[in-house]
């Protein structure tokens, strides 16, 4: 079988709280089963590989406000034909700001995103902080660790990832967190999320296995990778915020 490529977008720039946990995560439950897997770290004018199968981006200070949102922006074309064609795309706080529209600063300024997902962020001076939970309809309960202050707002070609308590998720009033669309998915969860949430790990791997025409049967991991991973996130969310 040919290894699946996870494409890790700006590994050193783009990893507060965590993040490149996911690409750890869904590295070691692929090689855990026996399956091939391909890391390819993305930096500033790397080429993004033709063979994609998953592309995961972290969050960073003000990353749009930079060199990395420079970057992520001249990417635009290339980034819509790769969702247009399926690509399995799991994008985190910053990351997923960027795969929208625009970021609008709590100056007024305009930051336009690349228009992969149907959300604009506006900034603001109060920050949503503290261990969260999102109820999901397709991959059950993720736990993680929200720390934006940026607040986004979904159009009509985005569905929510889930629903989250009061005053947390996208912006802290209407009770959704996360955008998906087809295989695209951006979320506010640092912690990282796939560590604590391993069915959502299983179900990303599935859906880029299927864009593939290779369904796989992800057999359950024996021992207690799962159950320490449940385990977590039922400590995760009784903290308090």
Sequence with gaps: MKPLT??????????????????????????????????????????????????????????????????FAARGVELRALADDGVVMLAICGSYQMLGHEFVTQEGRRIPGVGVLDVTTHGQAERLIGNNYVDTADAGRLVGYENHSGLTTLGPGARPLGTTQPGRGNNGRDGTEGAVRDNVIGTYLHGPVLAKSPRFADDLLRRAYARRGEPVELAPLEGTVDSVAEQAARVAVGRPR
Excluded: F
């Design 6 to 71: 996870l494409v890790h977008l700006y590994p050193r720039e783009m990893n507060i709280y965590g993040d490149t946990g996911n690409v750890l995560v869904l590295r070691r439950r692929l090689e855990w089963r026996g399956l091939p897997v391909t890391v390819v770290p993305v930096s500033v004018g790397d080429p993004l590989p033709a063979d994609a199968d998953i592309l995961l981006g972290g969050g960073g200070q003000d990353a749009a406000q930079g060199e990395i949102g420079a970057d």
